[in-house]
């Protein structure tokens, strides 16, 4: 069956390269959402603890309990809240928090200029009552950058914005708390790290998103994918291969099929336009539900390396294409 190799090596020099930006290891929450977007949240986990990561970011409270026994300090973004000491609940509405239960460990959000989820600013009174009344447990302010990556006076609104923020929350005593905007994007940019964690996600999986204009620190690929051949045949000149039958055979040749297709959440895109491989043999015709089809006759092939480079074939973005990888393809961790 198609599988996906996970390179320990490169994950831990990714890691590494984040603790140097953020100044510590203990300042990453390294983020395992969307089973370690793509990556496998079991296997990615237990390389970040070994690393020395205490704390890491899930979705909901069922991706947390899959990895409760490995980390100290989970920060939940969404979903059923549950109340537990290793989980905090990120709280993005005044009426999220308004049906909170007592003693809920959160992160209080705020909309510092994405306008996509947080309280806004002018809400952070109305808020602090709330959560003094209700008795809960106000763990961290937190908000999100929408343009760390991009060259613009976005990233530094949405910073004195937060700052703002955080001294508003001092003023009026809770001293105590965590500030965090930063993500992969946000850490990257900084020259002088503050913050007290950093939301490590796409760069902990080897894909730097910053323009080009910024600082290059050199991230590695994490993932690699596979696929194993199921049949070869011999085409003569002129005979078609796959649905409408796209390929015509130049000359004489050897196809073969390969396990991996677009019910394995590999992307069907164009056979007008076809996907190259890094071994540079082209995607023969229409990408099937489980097949493609290859020259030659080789047992496996590497069908991608590089998500960016995918990415950038198919018109879309590196987490995508790892996100969009099922769950049930093996990953085999290598180093």
């Known amino acids: 069956m198609a599988y996906i190799k996970i390179n320990r090596s490169n994950l831990i020099h990714n890691l590494s390269q984040i603790a140097l930006k953020a100044g510590s290891v203990d300042k990453i929450a390294i983020v395992l959402k969307d089973n370690a977007y793509g990556h496998g949240v079991g296997k990615i986990a ?9 704390k890491a970011v899930v979705r909901n409270y069922e991706e947390a309990k899959e990895i409760e026994d490995l980390f100290d300090d989970i920060i939940v973004l969404g979903g059923v809240i549950i109340p537990s000491s290793k989980l905090s609940y990120t709280i993005n509405s005044i009426e999220r928090l308004e049906s909170c239960p007592e003693g809920a460990n959160i992160e209080l959000k705020i909309d510092t200029g994405m306008h996509r989820n947080g309280i806004m600013p002018d809400e952070l009174q109305s808020a602090i009552n709330i959560i003094k009344d209700k008795n809960i447990n ?27 923020i955080k001294e508003s929350v001092k003023k009026i005593g809770f001293n105590s708390v965590r500030f965090h ?27 730097n998103p910053m323009y080009s204009a910024f600082e290059n620190i050199e991230l590695k690929p994490v993932m690699s994918l596979y696929a194993k051949k199921v049949s070869s045949r011999i085409l ?4 078609r291969v796959g649905y409408g039958g796209e390929f015509i055979a130049p000359k004489e040749m050897i196809v073969s099929t390969y396990d991996i297709g677009y019910g394995d959440g590999w992307r069907r895109g164009s056979p007008n336009i076809p996907y190259v491989t890094p071994s540079g043999k082209k995607i023969l015709g229409r990408v099937s539900m489980d097949f493609i089809t290859l020259e030659g006759d080789d047992e496996e092939v590497c069908i991608m390396k590089d998500a960016n480079i995918a990415a950038k074939h198919f018109g879309t973005i590196s987490y995508e294409i790892t996100c969009a990888l099922h769950a049930n393809i093996n990953r085999v961790i290598v180093d």
Not at 181 to 207: M, P, Q, T, W
């Open 46 to 54: 237990k390389i970040a603890r070994d690393f020395g990561i205490t």
């Open 138 to 164: 106000l763990v961290g302010i937190m908000s999100h950058f929408s343009s760390a990556d991009e060259l613009g006076s976005e990233y530094f609104y949405q910073y004195k914005n937060f700052q703002t």
């Open 236 to 239: 003569t000149t002129g005979q």
């Open 181 to 207: 905007i930063h993500n992969s994007a946000g850490v990257l940019r900084s020259k002088e790290f503050k913050e007290d964690l950093v939301r490590l996600g796409i760069g902990a999986y080897g894909y």
